[in-house]
Nanobody, 122 residues
Framework: QVQLVESGGGLVQAGGSLRLSCAASGRPFTTYTMGWFRQAPGKEREFVAAIKWTNGNRYYADSAKGRFTISKDTAQNMVYLQMNSLEPEDTAVYSC???????????????WGQGTQVTVSS
């Protein structure tokens, strides 16, 4: 029913930039919080950033502040993650997620995309 499809991942050198996209479909998301998470091999999934459809409020993990920017296109049901000054430590599978109404720092979101690989080389 609900589908979240990520794109924009790839290989980039340290200091470079990538822009991830999440296309949301299947239902209205106007009451939802949309988030980005990442998971490196052998590590737990961690929160990166989130944005609320209703008011555009943004939330960032400490690791993302000052480097990453989350944004949305409400009319197109698109969510973006602009990642600048990338570091090898940012290498992970990045996934888009949706949570009804309330923001959460945890990974307890209702819907998940399949993820897109981001690899940052030194």
């Amino acid at each position: 029913q609900v589908q979240l499809v990520e794109s924009g991942g790839g290989l980039v050198q340290a200091g470079g930039s990538l822009r991830l996209s999440c296309a949301a479909s299947g239902r209205p998301f106007t009451t939802y919080t949309m988030g980005w998470f990442r998971q490196a091999p052998g590590k737990e999934r961690e929160f990166v950033a989130a944005i609320k459809w209703t008011n555009g409020n943004r939330y960032y993990a400490d690791s993302a502040k000052g480097r990453f920017t989350i944004s949305k296109d409400t009319a197109q049901n698109m969510v973006y993650l602009q990642m600048n000054s990338l570091e090898p430590e940012d290498t992970a599978v990045y996934s888009c997620a949706a949570k009804a109404k309330e923001f959460a720092w945890s990974d307890e979101y209702d819907y998940w995309g399949q993820g897109t690989q981001v690899t940052v080389s030194s």
